[in-house]
């Protein structure tokens, strides 16, 4: 029964991946990350069914110690931890395109944010937004011209404020991502390559 559920695990993760490789886009970046993806997530299902399998195959024939079933469990956990083993350095690949795509965008949002700063003393932005403020009923047409640039100054540096914390948000947002992926994907990759190793040897030891 229990080499039956093993074998069950198994087939699923063979499922999974044929549906992966069935759209066949071998050059693609996305596809190989998908692919990736799938084995590191999956693999701790079959992992499990290795187990059952040999544990069924020990309570079936506690004297068997290299049964076909247990060639069969060294090869399946040989071949997964090659094929996770290949991950790690497309995880890591992934982790680095993904990493600077996100650098590029905030370097950019800096930069902008930075030019938006430097105009904080530009008459002639400060006259567009008091001529703004004005038009929204924001400045009161009473106000002094030192009280409008001051109500103008503010207003621009509430904007930038804002601005600041959403791309202070967005690294959080980042370094999160990141450490995910790192810990997630090729730390688990690793210790995953680790367990069908041993697997593959207790098997037939």
């Known amino acids: 029964m229990l080499r039956w559920l093993g074998i069950t695990l198994v087939v699923l993760l063979a499922l999974q991946l044929l ?3 069935s759209v ?27 187990l059952l399998m040999l544990l069924g195959a020990r309570l079936d024939d506690p004297q068997s110690r290299r049964a076909p079933l247990h060639w ?5 956990s040989g071949v997964l931890a090659i094929c996770l083993l290949l991950t790690i350095p497309v995880n890591v690949s992934g982790d680095r395109s993904l990493s600077d795509q996100t650098n590029q965008s905030l370097l950019a949002q800096r930069g902008q944010l930075e030019m938006a700063r430097a105009q904080l003393d530009n008459p002639q932005v400060l006259d567009q937004v008091i001529e703004q403020g004005l038009q929204a009923g924001q400045i009161p047409e009473s106000a002094t011209e030192e009280q409008r640039k001051q109500t103008a100054r503010s207003f621009m540096e509430r904007q930038l404020q804002q601005a600041e914390a959403q791309i202070k948000q967005a690294e959080n947002r980042r370094d999160l991502a990141v450490n995910q992926r790192r810990i997630g994907g090729t730390g688990t990759a690793v210790v995953l390559v680790i367990a069908f190793a041993l697997i593959a040897l207790v098997a037939v030891l």
């Open 19 to 21: 549906a992966v490789l």
């Open 24 to 50: 066949n886009g071998w050059g693609d970046e996305s596809f190989q990350q998908l692919l990736s993806s799938t084995l590191i997530t999956q693999s701790p299902m079959a992992l499990v069914g290795m």
């Open 72 to 76: 069969v469990v060294c090869v399946l």
